[in-house]
């Protein structure tokens, strides 16, 4: 029978400290006992290393977009500067908060999110993690934006072959729906089970949305499940606010660094750009 007893490290007395009592640590019999138990490194090391890789395979990152833009200082009045002068700020540096906050106004994020096709998000749902996508989607989308559109609901695509899919979705309470052609809520659609068989490029038309679907690659993978949000334009506002970001280089500078963090790098990016472009053009009309 193996002995697995670990053994007591072996102190000794000594007398050359302070104190006249030192301890002598027996390395070789505390390496021994511990290789005895070789097999719980082993495993421990086993498990962070699932541990790690289930992490990194099973969570959505989130990554983080930013840029820089150099804000006009503005010359005002002098009745103005000294108002302001007399609040502790320079003409320049209140002229740059004001921009700073016209920059991250309601009015601002409502003018980009309208000149982006954001109002449709793109998923790809595989065996765990759920992965929205811009480009390189299978299918392309165009929906009648005169029709009312089922808001926030999941609508399932699945490929049957390169000339037919099912269409799918569920709903279990009230759900809105959107007019985005005039901008308003159509009336509320109630609970619903929905599945049917369509052809690519067919028009397809029901009291919950209207759209048509193309396949671009009708060889993906069938095992995928693609489905498709619609978003009103209010709530990608606040959800582009709350993650926005905007702060000054330093305290003396004209230059702002603006950040949006999300799912998708890729549409952070480009409404960074947009919101930076749509914030020139409103300077430019003043």
């Known amino acids: 029978m193996t002995d697995n007893t670990i053994h007591n490290p072996v102190l000794k007395p000594t007398g050359n400290s302070s104190s006249g009592f030192m301890f002598d640590l027996d390395l070789k019999k505390l390496v021994f006992d511990l290789l005895k138990f070789w097999w719980l490194f082993i495993i421990s090391i086993s498990i962070s290393l699932l541990v790690v890789w289930s992490i990194h395979r099973y969570t959505i990152p989130v990554y983080k977009a930013s840029m820089k833009l150099l804000l006009e200082v503005r010359g005002g009045q002098n009745s103005k500067g000294d108002m302001m002068q007399g609040f502790g700020l320079t003409p320049g540096l209140s002229n740059i908060e004001n921009q700073i906050a016209i920059l991250s106004s309601r009015k601002m994020f409502e003018k980009t999110i309208k000149r982006l096709d954001y109002n ?167």
């Open 120 to 286: 449709l998000s793109y998923y790809i749902q595989g065996r765990v993690k759920v992965t929205e996508v811009y480009q390189g989607f299978p299918f392309v989308i165009y929906f009648d934006s005169t029709h009312v559109q089922l808001l926030n609901t999941p609508i399932h695509i699945n490929v049957i072959n390169d000339k037919k899919f099912r269409l799918s979705f569920s709903t279990k309470e009230e759900t809105p729906t959107f007019i985005y052609k005039k901008g308003i809520y159509g009336r509320p659609a109630s609970p619903a089970e929905f599945s049917k068989t369509y052809n690519f490029g067919e028009i397809i038309t029901t009291q919950w949305f209207s759209l048509a679907i193309y396949c671009k690659n009708c060889t993906a993978n069938k095992s995928n499940d693609y489905f498709i949000k619609f978003h009103s334009p209010s709530s990608l506002v606040e959800s582009y606010r709350s993650r926005f970001n905007i702060y000054k280089a330093d305290e003396n500078s004209s230059i702002v660094q603006l950040s949006l963090t999300g799912t998708n790098n890729f549409k952070n990016i480009k409404f960074l750009n947009k919101l930076a472009e749509v914030f020139i053009e409103s300077n430019l009309e003043e």
